[in-house]
Every structure is written in structure tokens, then in C-alpha cells.
């Protein structure tokens, strides 16, 4: 037992390992996939983040102008942040809380005008995307 | 026949897989172990149909999460083979040292689940505050502590820069000095050596003749791992296959202990050798139609994916040979003849996984 | 088309696979891919990190011969087909008779089309 005792005397001298939760909760790392977000105010209800999915927990629709995410079946892969063409959607550094009540989040996004290009051919990027989809 | 039916699993306190075995007991002596599966079987294999090909790498990830990387590793390579697409230098070395820290965390993993199998709680917690750095590293490097889903078609979607490691390498040395002082404890110990030796006894030619892997196959003399292929910046980064000779519970103790040792030189040697450059390939288009068989080497041993396409987005056949598919043959051999209470720890030394057994 | 592959015969399957057993040759596993009506086996084996494969189709309504008198480790890939897709093997050294994954009594919808009518003694569902 020569092994064991001299190990449980060290961890006996030095600080614990554990963190006592929840009164210094664990702060996430940089760069750790967390909740997802979108910004209205960017998004262009493209659907590319709903066609990448693997668990199809994103519903984006255009005529009613809204998007959907349903945090339950999300994984937390964050490929829709990939994919995202206009850098819209992000995943913030904290997880999500527990929660009372099953959480889905509906966004009301306004459409956008579409964005004139400087080129001779303007074909704007909402049509282009719209039939995309 | 004569005996007394026991079902071992699959909810038992010292299993940590649901497994059944239905052991057929004389005296306390084993005759015969029928093993049963099923309790876990999600069918993931069928979800090609309806995920594309893209959308396979995270669904392929979550089939294990202790070897979860590999896995998506495995997917990666072969889809880049089958679509001509090289990943960048970088992203192979990136991969090796993911993978390699993988391993060490399932064989800390692995090395207390024994230790708690024999009863010997204290440094089942040890092994197990050990493993929280390697988790730590993972959050910070890849964004998630168990499924981190780095691999991406064409290399893979995170880099470590020069501050991150820095920090993980000195991480990895604190964690090379915990571990070789737990060495007495784990493999001198009296009490562990009479419960370990001699049971569960694997010849060499059982080993291999039943379709053995990984230390399994190892801890029985066969200097036989996958990572002798070569594949992503393994022949770079220089490997040897870790062998024991004894063929039993002990020796595949040892081969994973010294493997943890190996793997964190292994990710030190591939952080040290890290070239310049970008770490993912854009992959563009569908895989041609075509089939491959691509293996590289989990933590439990061989991982074989066979892949066949037909040239749209979704594949038409995705199969998966988990190393403890392979492995729970040899258990059936391994345990007629002991007593039933060394079933459990002959169990476990196989470092059964079943989740991967069954996706 | 994968590299080093054979395809054979059925009535070839227990010859050749003790010839490999002989010459050194491990058996990895059993791949089975659903070809509509046919099942198509495909054999790996490996030996000193090379591999090489053997091909067996197997048509509606026949079996297939089991390897697991050769290579013992065959029994637990070939019940999972048998449960998966719905071939019966002959000679199979442990044999869940269809119920490695599943209970007796339990409808499931099988990982290829027609499996569920080629499941023997099991109730058949429909596939969608």
C-alpha cells in the first residue's frame, strides 16, 4: 500500500480538486460552443444554417419571417456558425441554464432590402438565396 | 445441462457497460457465458438514408463518447480518399495530437473503472481528477469537453496557437509525474496482483485466431496497432506498438497503462512538430460513387469503416466494426473456468464499450 | 471496386476461409451491403496490416453458410445480418435465431427494404 499512501498524503496537503459548485461556478473556456444566438438585425433567413443541421433543430422561414431553434434537440456542434453567410449566428461562452418550462426560441426577423452590389449585374443576394432555397 | 443460470448485467453495479452475459455457473465455477446485446442499439447505421454525407461526421461522432474523435477521425479519412480532397500538414498533426489525447483520457478512463472494479475507490479518484486535465485541454482547444467534433471533411475546423500550447504542454507534464505515481499502486499492489494474474488467460493463438484487438490482442504478445499504417502524421511522429506476454488481466492493465505514457509523449512529440500553415481544405461537391475500407486504431483497439458510395449526398452504406465487437468473441473463451467472482474484472479488461458495439 | 478482392461462390465460402485461416490470414469482420433484392457479404481479413476481401451474394429466399466453424469469431457479425437484414446463416456455432438485438415478440423495422419479409418467425412489418 506504500504507493497509494504516499499519493493521498500529497492530495491531503494540497488544495482539493473539486470546484464547490454552485457557489464559484465553472466559467467556460474561450472559444467553448455554448448557447446559440442570431442577430435579427444581420440575418437574411437564407436557411443555409437549417440545411446544414445534422438534428434538424433549426426552421427558417422566409414568408413568415421568422427562425427557429429548438435548444433541446440542438447538439452544440456549432456548424450552422460555419456556415452562416453573413456572420449572423454565434455561440455565446456560457451554457444553457436549466430551465422550468421547455425552451424554444422564435425570432421575429424583419426582411431585409436587398443589398445593391456595385456591378452592372446587381442581382441581389435575397433573391439569389431565395432560389437557393 | 447441469447449472445455475446467472444473468450478469446489464444494470450491475460493477459493470459499466450494459452487457449481458448469462453465465452458467457449477460451484461457483463458470461453464459456459452466452452474451446478449441490444440495450443501446440506436441504429445509426441506417441514418444514412436520411443525413447527408456532411451531416454523417457529427451523427458517426456520437456513436462513442469516449473514442469520439476517432471516430469522426475514421469518417474523415475516408470521405477525403473517396473525394480526392489532402488535408494541410497542419491538420495532420492536429489530428494526431486530438486523437492521442483521446486516448489517454478513455485509458485514464479505463485505468479507474479497474481500479474500482477491484473495490479500490481512492485511486479510482485519482485517475479520474488526472482525466479532468486532459478535459480541461479539450475545452480550451476544441470548444467541448467529450464530444469536441473537430474533424471536419478536409482537416479540421480548430488550431492550437502558440499560448494554448505552451499551457498543454505543461499540463501534459503534471499529468506524465501523477501518473507514474500511481504505478505501485495499480501494477505492484499484492492485493491487485492476486486478483489480476492469471486470469482471464488469452494464448497468443486464441488471441488471434478469435479476431482480437487492440490491447486485448496486445496484452497476448501480438505486436499488431493500426497506427503502423501510417495514416495522418503517425510515421512523422514515430511509433512503436506497446506488448505485453502474458495474456492475462494484469498484462492488459499494463499495456494500457504504458500506453497512456506513450500517447502523452506521442501528443507532446506532434505539438513540438507542428508546421505552419492552414488547417482545413475546402471540400467541395459530392463523393464519386465508389467503396473503401479505411482502419485506424481507438482506444480499444481496431476500428474498420467500410464506405460505399453511389454519387449523391447521401451514402449508400456506412458500416462500422467497433474493436469490441471483435473483442467479445475472445471474452466467451476467456471465462469458462474462472470463478464467478472474477468475472467482473475479466469483463472490464477487455475495455468493453458497448455503445460502439451496437451504434 | 475495393483493392485485393475476390469474388466467390457459396458453395467456396468454408474452403476458401480455411484457406485463409491456414496461410495466417485473421478474419476482421463481415460487412453486408443491400443490394434490393440480393444481399451482398463482403469478407475482410488481415494479416500483418495488409488486407484482402472475398464477395458473396446471396439471392432472395436462399441462405447463406456460416463461417463460424472456420473462424469462431464469425458468429456474432453474422447474427447481427441476420437481424439487420434478414439472412439466415446455416451452421452458425451460437445462433440467436433472429433476437441478438431484439426480444421474441418485438416488430421492428429492419435496416434494409424486404428484411422484414425475409425474417424468419418474426412478425413483418411493413416498410415505409
Not at chain 1, 16 to 25: I, K, M, Q
Not at chain 2, 197 to 217: F, H, I, M, N, S
Request: aromatic share 6%.
Amino acid at each position: 500500500m506504500a504507493g497509494m499512501t504516499k499519493i493521498i498524503l500529497g492530495n491531503l496537503a494540497s488544495k482539493p480538486a473539486t470546484r464547490p459548485h454552485p457557489f464559484e461556478p465553472h466559467q467556460p473556456m474561450e472559444g467553448y460552443r455554448g448557447e446559440l444566438i442570431n442577430d435579427p438585425a444581420v440575418c437574411i433567413l437564407c436557411g443555409m444554417c437549417q440545411r446544414t443541421c445534422p438534428s434538424a433543430c433549426l426552421q427558417v422561414s422566409k414568408a413568415e419571417e421568422s427562425w427557429r431553434w429548438h435548444p433541446l434537440e440542438c447538439v452544440f456542434c456549432g456548424n450552422c456558425v460555419e456556415v452562416c453567410p453573413v456572420d449572423s449566428l454565434s455561440m455565446k461562452r456560457s451554457y444553457l441554464p436549466v430551465q422550468r418550462q421547455r425552451l424554444e426560441v422564435e425570432l421575429h426577423v424583419p426582411k431585409k432590402a436587398p443589398k445593391k452590389k456595385t456591378s452592372k449585374t446587381a442581382q441581389p443576394e435575397a433573391d439569389k438565396t431565395e432560389a437557393e432555397a | 445441462m447441469a447449472g445455475t443460470v446467472i444473468p450478469f448485467g446489464p444494470q450491475h453495479p460493477v459493470l459499466p457497460e450494459p452487457l449481458q452475459l448469462k453465465l452458467v455457473v457449477k460451484d461457483e465455477i463458470v461453464e459456459e457465458a452466452v452474451p446478449q446485446m441490444g440495450y443501446v442499439h440506436r441504429g445509426l447505421e441506417a441514418l444514412v438514408k436520411v443525413k447527408d454525407f456532411k451531416q454523417m461526421t457529427q451523427v458517426v461522432e456520437r456513436i462513442c463518447g469516449i473514442c469520439s474523435s476517432i471516430h469522426g477521425l475514421t469518417y474523415c479519412l475516408a470521405l477525403e480518399e473517396l473525394m480526392g480532397v489532402q488535408p494541410p500538414p497542419r491538420a495532420d498533426y492536429l489530428r494526431v495530437a486530438w486523437s492521442e489525447l483521446h486516448r489517454v483520457h478513455s485509458h485514464l478512463l479505463w485505468l479507474g473503472l479497474f481500479a474500482d472494479a477491484l473495490g479500490f475507490e481512492s485511486l479510482f479518484m485519482q485517475y479520474w481528477r488526472i482525466r479532468e486535465k486532459v478535459m480541461d485541454i479539450m475545452e480550451a482547444t476544441a470548444g467541448n469537453r467529450v464530444i469536441i467534433s473537430v474533424n471536419v471533411i478536409g482537416g479540421t475546423r480548430r488550431d492550437i496557437d502558440e499560448a494554448q500550447r505552451k499551457w498543454v504542454l505543461g499540463l501534459l507534464d503534471e499529468m506524465e509525474r501523477e501518473v507514474k505515481a500511481t504505478e505501485r499502486a495499480l501494477l505492484h499492489d499484492y492485493a491487485v496482483k492476486r486478483r489480476t494474474v492469471g486470469k482471464g488467460v488469452l494464448t497468443r493463438e486464441q488471441a488471434y485466431d478469435l479476431g482480437a484487438a487492440g490491447p486485448t490482442l496486445r496484452g497476448s504478445g501480438v505486436a499488431q496497432d493500426m497506427r503502423q499504417l501510417g495514416f495522418c502524421a503517425y510515421k512523422e511522429v514515430g511509433f512503436e506498438p506497446v506488448v505485453e506476454h502474458d495474456g492475462d488481466s494484469w498484462a492488459r492493465a499494463k499495456v494500457r497503462y504504458r500506453e497512456t505514457l506513450q500517447s502523452i509523449e506521442l501528443v507532446r512529440r506532434a505539438l513540438a512538430g507542428l508546421p505552419a500553415g492552414e488547417t482545413m481544405v475546402k471540400a467541395k461537391g459530392k463523393p464519386p460513387a465508389g467503396e473503401l475500407v479505411v482502419r485506424s486504431e481507438q482506444p480499444r483497439g481496431e476500428l474498420l469503416y467500410y464506405v460505399k458510395t453511389d454519387g449523391s449526398k447521401n451514402l449508400e452504406r456506412l458500416r462500422v466494426r467497433t474493436p469490441t465487437f471483435a473483442n467479445v468473441p475472445p471474452l466467451v473463451v476467456m471465462l469458462p473456468g474462472l470463478e464467478l467472482a472474477d468475472v467482473p474484472v475479466v469483463v472490464l479488461s477487455i475495455d468493453p464499450c458497448v455503445s460502439c458495439t451496437e451504434r | 471496386m475495393l483493392q485485393a478482392q475476390t469474388e466467390i461462390n457459396k458453395d467456396d465460402l468454408r474452403r476458401l476461409g480455411q484457406q485463409c485461416k491456414d496461410d495466417g490470414w485473421r478474419l476482421v469482420t463481415i460487412s453486408a451491403v443491400d443490394l434490393g433484392e440480393r444481399v451482398e457479404l463482403i469478407y475482410h481479413f488481415d494479416k500483418d496490416l495488409a488486407l484482402k476481401h472475398l464477395r458473396l451474394t446471396v439471392g432472395p429466399q436462399e441462405t447463406a453458410p456460416s463461417l463460424s466453424p472456420v473462424y469462431l469469431a464469425a458468429f456474432l457479425a453474422e447474427n447481427e445480418i441476420r437481424d439487420q437484414f434478414g439472412l439466415a446463416f446455416q451452421g452458425l456455432a451460437i445462433d440467436y435465431q433472429g433476437y441478438l438485438f431484439l426480444e421474441p415478440g418485438v416488430e421492428c423495422e429492419a435496416i434494409c427494404h424486404g428484411a422484414s419479409a425475409r425474417l424468419v418467425g418474426a412478425d413483418a412489418k411493413e416498410d415505409e
